[in-house]
């Protein structure tokens, strides 16, 4: 019975204050899909969304984040000295089990995130088929989907994961002008909103030119021309095959990983 309890009472960490309701009136609603990433309405953070577009056939990360953060206050409980975050797969994406297993592998064996198939827990991320590869920043409690698109790579996935632990796009870091130039004339119309910067907990670590959270230089381009340019031409950005170093360093100093 105590351990039912517990069970049932395990809900999201808060890290620094509880997530204020959101009024629905106040999340730009993009495209229509956002509100199936969540079931349950009026959505509980205070939010607005950000794209991306990972190449032509790709569009990744439309995402509902708290604002001014590099990485938020809802994190995932923590049992011991593990994160233990639940999951369940859509049987829409039976033929991509192992490339999101695959994925929460490559954050495991790095960090002391772990992921376990949800039994009676109250707040879980569910893996489910979309147009998309799409998340929510951070722990949003409840039933939180992340949106698996059929394009979308194990470093895609990767990417989005890192989102629902609670961190967002490495490009919108307070400091990023001593690395990158945003190239504004560049940007399709009505995507400004996915280069802005945002005043946040940057965890005391270095830029990271290699995050697989940062930008491609032609994300949202309207003419085929960068973005993003970094300040160091030789640099690619936009990597979506590993976790960088500092992803790796992000990750363990957000969730106090002790080893
Ligand atoms: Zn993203």
């Known amino acids: 019975m105590l351990l039912f ?7 999201c960490q808060v890290w620094g204050g509880p997530l204020e309701k959101q009024k629905t009136s106040e999340i730009q609603q993009e495209d229509g899909y956002i509100n199936s990433l969540k079931t349950q309405s009026p959505l509980p953070i205070n939010g607005e969304i950000a794209d991306e577009v990972e190449n032509e056939a790709v569009q990744e990360g439309d995402i509902l984040l708290p604002k001014d953060r590099n990485a938020v206050s809802s994190l995932w409980p923590k049992v011991g000295v593990k994160v233990a975050v639940p999951y369940e797969i859509d049987s829409d994406l039976k ?14 064996d790095k960090t002391c995130i772990t992921f376990h198939r949800r039994t009676v827990e109250t707040d879980y991320i569910y893996f489910a088929h979309g147009l998309w590869c799409v998340s929510f920043i951070g722990c949003v409690g409840g039933e939180q989907r992340i949106l ?7 470093g895609n996935i990767i990417h989005e994961i890192l989102h629902a632990l609670g961190l967002y796009h490495e490009h919108s870091r307070f400091d990023r002008e001593q690395y990158i130039s945003i190239m504004s004339e560049n940007i399709k119309p009505g995507r400004e909103k996915s280069f802005l910067v945002r005043d946040g907990n940057t965890l005391g ?17 309207r003419n085929g021309e960068p973005t993003i340019v970094p300040k160091d031409r030789s640099v690619m950005i936009g990597q979506r095959t590993h976790l960088s170093v500092l992803d790796v360093q992000k990750i363990r100093k957000l969730y106090k990983c002790v080893r």
């Open 5 to 11: 309890l517990v069970l049932v009472g395990w809900v």
């Open 95 to 108: 033929d991509r089990i192992q490339d999101i297993t695959d994925a929460m592998a490559m954050i495991s």
């Open 148 to 154: 698996i698109g059929r394009a979308c790579s194990v």
């Open 205 to 221: 670590l270095p830029y990271d030119l290699e995050s697989i959270l940062h930008y491609g230089s032609n994300y949202f381009s």
